[in-house]
């Protein structure tokens, strides 16, 4: 059995926990009944000691397949890691995902996106991740009474992600400890009413109106000031016209969405003037989870 799950960049703004989008990059794990338990990590989280054993898929994974067949499996997990950890690319919702798909898989029963998504929403409360994880594309999400309701859109090829990664893990949990806990009148219908243009944005193609449209008062500024650099990438997309530039989740990664001929000037200029922060260009997926047996 074969899961492949997609990175994603939450928030998108002003969207806050409940906006996101997937792509290209992804994570993929190979599983086989064994007579031995085994882990094999290639790509990102390889030299990482914590994720050999008993890590998140693992845990999860072993939840739901014990939960459908009433026994512990033994299985031989192959992993093969695209999605960089703690850079607010949804890592974390990545593995949610990927451990519930590949323990139905591997049960042999089938499971919906929607319901894969509902599981999903019991290990990472905010849906903003898991919903572009599971569906693709651009995902609007809400939760009522412990389930996701959410409308997807397909991102055209002609559109392209210009991201920046900073080597600086940022771990999410502690990120939104360090948030306000309540918002002015005014920044919180400023966030609504950004977020909700967005969404039309994406869902009536208004790519230009997206320079506007993704602007936010919650949560940005707090965290780029973690990492003051990141100050100088946005400006320096915002100067090239992008058509947005947010910060990745809770970062440090930074997001960029341009129109395809313009990806590899603005990946050369991030390149040149921030030499130590990974720059890559990646399509937008529209796929969400992958089976293949
Ligand atoms: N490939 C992986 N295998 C196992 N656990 C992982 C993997 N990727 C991420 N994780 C778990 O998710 C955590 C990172 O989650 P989080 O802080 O939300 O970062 P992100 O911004 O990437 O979602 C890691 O500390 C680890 O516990
Ligand atoms: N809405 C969440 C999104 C976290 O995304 P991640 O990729 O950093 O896990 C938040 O902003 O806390």
Redo the contacts with the bound molecule.
């Keep these: 059995m074969i899961i492949s799950v997609p990175a994603t960049s939450a928030n998108l703004g002003p969207g806050f926990d409940s906006l996101g989008l997937s792509l290209s990059l992804r ?1 993929r794990v190979h599983i086989q009944p064994s007579k031995f338990f085994s882990v094999s ?1 290639k790509g ?2 390889a030299n990482n000691p ?2 050999k054993g008993n ?3 693992i845990n999860i994974f072993n939840d739901h397949y014990t939960h459908l067949t009433g026994k512990r499996g033994v299985f031989r997990f192959r ?1 093969y ?1 695209q ?13 949610i995902v990927s451990a519930i798909a590949s323990a139905y898989s591997a049960a042999g029963v089938n499971i919906s996106r929607r319901k894969l998504l509902n599981l999903a929403l019991h290990y990472e409360h905010h849906p903003d ?1 898991i919903t572009p994880a599971v569906m693709g594309g651009f995902n609007v999400s809400v939760v009522e009474n412990n389930k996701v309701y959410s409308q997807r859109k397909r991102i055209p090829g002609y559109l392209k992600a210009v991201v920046v990664i900073p080597d600086k893990p ?4 502690h990120s939104r400890t360090t948030l306000p806990r309540s918002y002015r009148k005014d920044d919180a219908i400023y966030n609504l009413s950004h977020s909700s243009l967005l969404t039309a944005c994406f869902f009536n193609e208004s790519w230009e109106m997206l320079r506007i449209a993704a602007r936010d008062k919650f949560h940005q500024v707090a965290r780029m000031k973690n990492l003051p650099e990141l100050f100088d990438v946005q400006k320096l997309a915002i100067e090239n016209n992008v058509l947005m530039s947010t910060l990745s ?2 970062g440090s990664t930074f997001f960029n969405m341009v129109y395809k001929e313009d990806a590899k000037p603005l990946l050369e200029k991030f390149q040149a003037r921030f030499p130590s922060f990974r720059c890559a260009i990646f399509d937008f997926d529209n796929d969400g989870v992958l089976f293949r047996d």
Excluded at 83 to 95: D, K, M, N, Q, T
Excluded at 170 to 173: E, F, G, K, N
Aim: glycine letters at 12%; proline letters at 3%.
């Design positions: 994570n990590i990102e989280g914590r994720l890590n998140l898929f992993f890691n999605i960089p950890l703690s850079r607010g690319l949804g890592s974390s919702s990545a593995v991740n940022i771990s999410t949990a989740g809770s």
